[in-house]
């Protein structure tokens, strides 16, 4: 009986990762991944680094012996009864070679001769430019070749994945050794390389694997590749959503037309990414796919059809495509095939559809990595591309998970006329073709409206019950996760009112609401919770308390009795007051030991004078002792009232359980008309300049400075997040100027926070003591720079992509979507669609944006907190 190895990874002298996979047979391959691609040319070489794949298989002495390249590789790597080859790609560039186990240490000896830093014969790079030339001359007559070389440069204007990995004739003529060389010497060094071998590596002694270890160390280790770094292009973001989509005709010398349409999709690791393999499978996977079905065996409009997802390294494309009998056909066959997306978006596909292509996408990838070939691309492509060897594990989990109502979501959200692009190849005799107009249908996931309105099935409703409470509801047909959000206004901001000893009191009610209720002692909550593996939450912050609640659905009806329970009937218990009491009291006295706190805490303290949102919602230490059963149990019985509610729920959850469930907690909680709300007035304007200083001689300086900022009601916010998300981030205004290129700073970044009265605005950075004055002139110069000419259109595009991608990423769980649309609900009345929040972001102009920074960060007076 065979043993069982796991893969295994190493590194050579010089850094070079290798990945070595045992599997027992007589076959062994050996694969070296050059992760350097089409992509990683720059303007005048397009096409280098295929031509180089080519050069690498001429004799690697050629250029020292004068003599022309024979083959001699090649041909003794055939002799041993070896195959070897290579590809280029976008991304990448892989030499393989594979052979009887016997010849394998031989093999790879020769094999690694070619790895070595070389020099190129000019008659070789001559002879070979021919031979490239006609590979070209051979794709210019492909209709397969035309089409999709065309589609990809209408999907990608800037993308280098819109650029033909071969390249072009007129870059190829003009090339020269020097430029070839200088392509090779820049790309192909260590760090960008790696080795993958599959085959019977182990033996019982371990004599093989030293063996081959040893062969790799000569023919690719530091004594043959020197360590070193390599520098990588700038890839442009390609705008996944464009005003004006590309359709080509493209007359060609075919008898035959064929048409292919694109939609720009994510890249592999995105959370939509299975779902759009699954409905790529349902419409185009084997006979059984839809659009075989409807449009070849019903409809029959078209000699082949398909439909399939391809994603490099970068986001990828959703990819349709038909062949036809005649031209005059095109215009049907187009709608025809929008008919099949507007359907996806409107109804759900079966169960059996989805459980078919997921079964195939499991076997497809069992099925391809049979041979040490198949195995070794697979973990090649996992390693170096994806840099997860686990990745497909982690994928295939998220891919049973699919269901059919998320294969409607993407399709709404992807397959729209806004992503895509469309070639259509017809006989060069012919009229050109003329797109008709395409209607993929509703590009919307389903709406949150204010009223209780369905449209294509269920979406989110927002209903006013008579008591006043604002309930929620987001059902999920199909899902088995439920999540209940439920949210008043209180926290820091009303406990003030009660008198600064109040303060902190919110945040001892949220530690001990759930540690005891009429029926249930804390031990018999979390028994009760944590036996079905749900959860129960209470929160409290500077505007809101509430509590939260996540099971899987089939144990709703068992576990939302007890949670309406713990949520309306607490009762506070002293042994578990007094355990609260002692954990904040060590919290407040630690914060000291952390100097971002302590910034933090300065910060606000000297910008608000009055309002609450100054004090540290902890509270102080001297008044902890007074947050007792009687202030908490006052505090609930005023904040949580039906009046004063947002119930959000969504999951599983149908209407008739959530009117059972909202009747149920309206019953338990007190009845009649609640206390009103009261207002606070918000901050004054900072009548100048505000510096807090503390010193605690630590290694670091953490500086915080800014000002006011709006409340979340104010229609400047989108502007104020596009602002600082332009300032933010890895690829921010701050980032690069004080940490990238100045040094400055492991942290710095934009912090805002929007109120129900004004919020703030600022920059924090933390850095070396002797640093403080030039990162303070740092921010002001950013600041001033950004104030005077504003941002880029590139930034407000990043900037704008970054808010959108963000807003879907609060919505993948039934917690994030209950909990946004619960506050939203709570403060304004109603739910912000996905398509109003899209168009207030994308209607933000670059003016509005300066002034803000104008207006907020530069003319404003600031706080300016320091702590060393």
Request: neutral net charge; glycine residues 8%.
């Amino acid at each position: 009986m065979s043993q069982v190895h796991p893969i295994e990874e190493l590194r050579l002298s010089n850094g070079i990762p290798v990945v070595l996979a045992h599997l027992d047979g007589y076959v062994g391959t050996f694969h070296w991944w050059v992760c350097a691609g089409s992509t990683d040319e720059k303007p005048g070489e397009e096409g280098f680094a295929h031509f180089l794949e080519h050069m690498l298989f001429k004799d690697a002495a050629a250029k020292e012996t004068g003599k022309n390249s024979t083959g001699e590789t090649a041909r003794a790597i055939e002799s041993l009864g070896g195959d070897i080859n290579a590809y280029t790609s976008f991304d990448q560039t892989v030499y393989h070679v594979t052979c009887a186990e016997a010849h394998w240490e031989r093999v790879i000896d020769v094999f690694g001769k070619m790895a070595a830093p070389q020099r190129f014969l000019k008659s070789d790079f001559e002879r070979e430019r021919e031979v490239i030339l006609e590979e070209l001359r051979k794709g210019l007559d492909s209709p397969e070749r035309q089409i999709y070389e065309s589609l990809f440069s209408a999907t990608y204007s800037k993308h280098p994945y819109g650029r033909t990995v071969i390249g072009f004739r007129k870059t190829l003529e003009a090339a020269t050794v020097g430029k070839l060389e200088a392509f090779y010497r820049r790309n192909y060094v260590s760090e960008r390389m790696g080795i993958v071998l599959v085959g019977p590596i182990f033996d019982e002694k371990g004599l093989r694997r030293k063996s081959i270890l040893k062969v790799l160390e000569k023919r690719f280790g530091k004594g043959a590749i020197p360590a070193k770094k390599g520098e990588r292009n700038a890839r442009p973001i390609e705008a996944a959503v464009r005003k004006s989509p590309k359709y080509l005709s493209k007359p060609f010398d075919v008898k035959t037309p064929e048409f292919a349409l694109s939609f720009r999709v994510p890249d592999i690791h995105h959370d939509a990414m299975p779902a759009l393999e699954v409905l790529a499978g349902v419409l185009g996977m084997g006979e059984s796919a839809r659009l075989h079905q409807r449009l070849f065996e019903e409809q029959k409009l078209c000699t082949d059809v398909s439909a399939s997802l391809y994603v490099p390294q970068d986001p990828g494309m959703f990819l349709l495509s038909m062949d036809l009998k005649n031209t005059s056909d095109g215009t049907k066959a187009v709608a025809a095939l929008a008919e099949q997306v507007r359907d996806m978006k409107t109804n759900l596909v079966t169960d059996t559809e989805v459980e078919r292509v997921i079964a195939n996408i499991e076997s497809e990838r069992t099925y391809s990595t049979q041979s040490v070939d198949g195995l070794a691309n697979r973990i090649g492509y996992l390693r170096f591309i994806l840099g997860d060897l686990k990745f497909d594990q982690t994928y295939l989990d998220r891919v049973r998970a699919v269901a059919p109502h998320d294969l409607r979501n993407v399709a709404r959200e992807y397959l729209t006329l806004e992503r895509s692009s469309g070639v259509f190849l017809q006989p060069k005799d012919e009229k050109p073709f003329e797109w008709p107009t395409v209607d993929f249908g509703t590009n919307e996931m389903p709406k949150v409206l204010k009223s209780k309105t369905k449209v294509l099935g269920k979406t989110a409703e927002v209903i006013i019950r008579p008591s006043g409470m604002k309930v929620v509801h987001f059902e999920r047909p199909g899902t088995a996760i439920a999540s209940v959000h439920v949210s008043a206004l209180g926290g820091l901001r009303l406990e003030a009112l009660k008198g600064m000893d109040t303060i902190g009191a919110s945040h001892m009610m949220a530690q001990t609401w759930t540690r005891g209720s009429r029926s249930m002692s804390a031990r018999d909550i979390a028994a009760k919770f944590e036996a079905r593996a749900s959860s129960i939450d209470a929160f409290s912050g500077r505007n809101t308390v509430g509590m939260s609640f996540t099971c899987i659905k089939r144990d709703w009806k068992d576990l939302q009795g007890s949670f309406i329970d713990v949520l309306a009937n607490p009762t506070f218990p002293k042994d578990e007051i007094a355990l609260n009491r002692s954990v904040i009291e060590d919290q407040i006295r630690s914060m000291d030991n952390h100097s971002s706190q302590v910034c933090t805490r300065n910060f606000l303290e000297n910008l608000y004078e009055k309002h609450p949102y100054g004090r540290s919602q902890l509270g102080k230490l001297e008044n902890v002792a007074h947050h007792g059963h009687e202030r908490l149990s006052a505090l609930h019985s005023e904040w949580i009232h039906p009046s004063r509610l947002s119930v959000s729920v969504a999951g599983g959850v149908n209407e008739s359980e959530l009117n059972h469930f909202i009747e149920s907690l309206e019953a338990a909680l007190p009845h009649g008309k609640g206390a009103p709300i009261p207002q606070i007035p918000g901050e004054s304007a900072l009548p100048a300049p505000r510096w807090a200083y503390s010193q605690y001689g630590r290694e670091q300086t953490h500086i915080l400075v800014g000002g006011l900022g709006i409340s979340m009601f104010d229609p400047r916010r989108y502007a104020l997040k596009i602002l600082t998300g332009i300032l933010g981030g890895q690829s921010g205004r701050l980032f690069i100027e004080l940490r990238e290129k100045k040094s400055l700073a492991y942290s710095v970044a934009p912090l805002h926070m929007e109120g129900m009265e004004s919020g703030y605005v600022g920059t924090y950075i933390a850095c070396a003591p002797e640093k403080k004055d030039e990162a303070l002139a740092g921010i002001q110069e950013v600041l001033e720079k950004f104030g005077a000419k504003g941002p880029t259109p590139k930034e407000m595009e990043r900037a704008k992509n970054y808010l959108l991608g963000q807003r879907a990423m609060e919505l993948q769980t039934t917690w994030s979507i209950a909990s946004l649309h619960g506050l939203e609900a709570l403060y304004a009345g109603v739910i912000e669609s996905e398509e109003q929040f899209r168009k207030s972001v994308a209607g933000v102009k670059a003016k509005e944006v300066q002034k803000l920074c104008q207006d907020l960060m530069i003319n404003a007076p600031q706080v300016t907190a320091v702590v060393s």
